[in-house]
């Protein structure tokens, strides 16, 4: 269909007419982490209906393409973002993170890099058998940016503390480098951090702040 996605306005079965959209333009806009909940309130909705039967067929039918569509967003773009990782010969994004936020951790890397920045995350960028202190290290001199993703975990982690004080060290001497602070709960940023602007990407906030960070970081790498 030329790359194009036919959209119906409800169930095809019940419709008479049809959109045509560019594949482009039905995703970009809509950030991994939302597909990634939207998936799991639909199986969430799905699962309680088999108890309680409380859909209609009709409902149940355009909830289940509704899943489909999402789940097959969501492998084309960490499959993409994979190809992409293991293209890459260099690193502009660290993002550091506690092994409780892995799963954000991921999303934001994979708009990140659908986006088509270079990044750093410990669960793709270090593999089996190698020393973990090392790759970390060489991740932290080579980018030119730190995503902090604060949370409580974060700021109960040894290593976290120890990835960005690192960074925020190496800022002090290259102006070129630059500190992005995101907070996903109710947490406040570090004392040494708080005179840095940061970002909320808590819940409905996720898509606009997301837009703000891709600015700064295009403004950052453009210069």
């Avoid at 149940?60 to 960490?78: G, K, N, P, Q, V």
Wanted: net charge negative; glycine share 4%; hydrophobic share 40%.
């Amino acid at each position: 269909m030329d790359d194009k996605l036919i959209v119906y306005p409800n169930v095809p079965t019940y419709c008479s007419g049809y959109y045509k959209v560019s594949q482009s333009a039905a995703t970009s806009v809509i950030p991994t982490t939302c597909l990634a909940e939207r998936l799991s309130d639909i199986d969430h909705e799905l699962y309680k209906n088999c108890s309680l039967e409380h859909l209609s067929a009709k409902e149940e039918i355009m909830l289940l393409h509704e899943r489909t569509f999402c789940s097959d967003m969501l492998t084309a773009r960490h499959l993409r973002s994979m190809q992409k990782f293991q293209d890459q010969n260099k690193t502009e994004v660290f993002i550091s993170h506690s092994s409780v936020d892995l799963a954000f951790s991921r999303a934001i890397a994979t708009d990140l890099m659908d986006a088509g920045f270079s990044v750093f995350l410990d669960d793709w960028s270090i593999n089996v058998g190698k020393r973990i202190f090392e790759k970390i290290s060489t991740g932290l001199c080579e980018s030119k940016a730190l995503i902090m993703i604060i949370s409580k975990d974060y700021l109960k982690s040894v290593c976290c503390t120890d990835e960005w004080g690192a960074f925020y060290g190496k800022a002090l001497h290259d102006k070129s480098c630059v500190i992005y602070p995101i907070i996903i709960d109710d947490s406040a940023p570090p004392a040494l951090i708080s005179q840095i602007k940061y970002l909320r990407f808590n819940g409905d906030e996720y898509a606009s702040a997301l837009s703000i960070l891709l600015r700064s970081l295009w403004k950052q790498f453009s210069k």
